[in-house]
């Protein structure tokens, strides 16, 4: 009985937090704790600009534990943050970001103007010859966007879920040795 009761906090326990860090890309932020805003380029969050990395997300039970993992390369340097050293592959890319999206800036002729779009493209494009200047050997700082991990609120809900399979359980115990 001491490991059904175990299983079934424990799957309860994946349920709530698994929901709950799947949130934190709909808050933009780890619980209450707001991610750093993307530098340039496209509104919204980096982490969820296609969704892979929130998809990813996987909760393992393991005798008397759970471990959340994610199969993107890059989910580690976003949850903890860190230094990226560039690579001359990194720069390939950079400069290929660069031509690619100044190639979508138009300026009109008669009045010498870009339209937003191409305001947005030409900062962008700026923002990837930056990064394709920089040395090989130089170091990209991440900031930390974190979605999963320990916190207060994680250790509340651990706490009320545990509460309530034992409240269950005097239920469930109170009716058994009821007298009849």
Not at 8 to 35: G, H, M, Q, Y
Not at 70 to 86: D, K, L, T
Not at 153 to 174: F, G, H, R, S, W
Request: no cysteine; proline share 3%; glycine share 4%.
């Amino acid at each position: 009985m001491e490991n059904k009761i175990i299983e079934k906090i424990l799957r309860d326990i994946k349920v709530e937090l698994t929901d709950e860090f799947d949130k934190n890309f709909e808050r933009k932020a780890f619980f209450s704790k707001p991610w750093v805003q993307r530098k340039v380029g496209k509104k919204g969050s980096l982490l969820i600009a296609s969704g892979a990395l929130r998809r990813s997300l996987t909760a393992t039970i393991s005798e008397n534990s759970i471990t959340w993992s994610s199969s993107m390369p890059y989910a580690n340097i976003h949850n903890e943050g860190g230094e990226i050293i560039v690579t001359a592959k990194m720069k390939r890319f950079f400069w290929a970001k660069y031509y690619e999206l100044s190639g979508k800036v138009k300026v009109n002729a008669k009045k010498k103007t870009m339209s937003e779009k191409s305001k947005k493209y030409s900062e962008e494009a700026e923002f990837y010859k930056n990064l394709a200047l920089m040395k090989v050997g130089d170091k990209i700082v991440m900031p930390q966007r974190q979605f999963i991990g320990d916190a207060p609120e994680v250790q509340q809900a651990i706490k009320t879920i545990i509460d309530d399979n034992l409240k269950d359980i005097e239920t469930y115990i109170k009716t058994i040795l009821k007298p009849k």
